[in-house]
């Protein structure tokens, strides 16, 4: 009897005990969250004091130049504080340039930030009111600038009657640009010398390098068409005439030359 009534007492709980270690194990919330408030308070005041932007460095570009990303950058909701722009340039990135398609910031250290630019193509450029108005593959005029960049071809031929900036250039069929652009970076793929590219009503295009027009004749057959004038034009180079690729398909590599009749 008297092990049973042991038994009984060691199950008998004391209140008074247990609401003892219930205190114990009441975490104080308050006060982790003071602490939490006071350690981020010291970050900030941490971060504001010694990471001021001193150094932007820049890369990516391909005709902008750093003086023109840096006064962009500068104007497009820039801070001075270079953890504060890492963190909103992730959050909000601005839009920098017209032709710029994305950028990324990193941080070097404290002080100074690198911004990577990605620059997108430009399809072509316009002669217009005496500068050169540069659009993309949907046919939006972006820029204007009195220079000319050499690896963007002259488009003529395009029929319109005025240009508005960040607008399309108002021509009947715009699938032309697509087209232009697709020329374009096969030219600068294969390195090729030309200066101008015109559009003829029925949207062929004529390729212009120096005193020697290609005829394409159609837009058919670009991808083999357009490789292939890198060894022409050699070999024409000093020439006056034309090239003429309407019998030139993926079967046979025909082309003919006209000199020009003096």
């Known amino acids: 009897m008297e092990e049973k009534d042991k038994q009984e007492e060691n199950k008998v709980i004391d209140i008074n005990s247990h609401k003892k270690q219930k205190k114990q194990r009441k975490i104080p919330v308050k006060k982790i969250l003071a602490g939490i408030g006071i350690c981020l308070i010291f970050a900030i005041i941490v971060i504001a004091g010694t990471c001021q932007i001193r150094t932007i460095k820049i890369d990516g570009m391909n005709h902008y130049t750093e003086a023109e990303v840096k006064q962009a950058v500068k104007k497009k909701g820039y801070i001075g504080n270079s953890v504060a722009y890492f963190l909103k340039s992730r959050l ?48 939006y005029a972006l820029e204007s600038y009195e220079k000319r960049y050499g690896d963007v071809p002259l488009v003529t031929g395009l029929k319109y009657k005025k240009l508005v900036m960040q607008k399309k250039i108002p021509v009947k069929k715009q699938e032309i640009f697509s087209y232009i652009l697709e020329l374009t970076m096969a030219i600068d793929k294969y390195d090729l010398p030309i200066e101008e590219i015109y559009i003829e009503e029925d949207g062929n295009a004529l390729l212009k390098s120096g005193n020697i027009t290609v005829d394409l004749y159609n837009r058919e057959n670009i991808d083999i068409k357009i490789p292939e004038l890198s060894g022409i034009l050699e070999k024409l180079k000093g020439k006056n005439g034309t090239v003429d690729m309407k019998y030139f398909d993926e079967y046979q590599k025909i082309t003919t030359f006209r000199p020009k009749k003096s």
């Open 92 to 139: 909000f990135p601005p839009k920098l340039l017209p032709f710029i398609e994305s950028f990324s910031v990193e941080l070097e250290n404290p002080n100074t930030v690198a911004i990577h630019v990605n620059e997108r193509k430009r399809a072509g450029c316009l002669a217009y009111n005496g500068k050169y108005v540069y659009f993309d593959k949907n046919g």
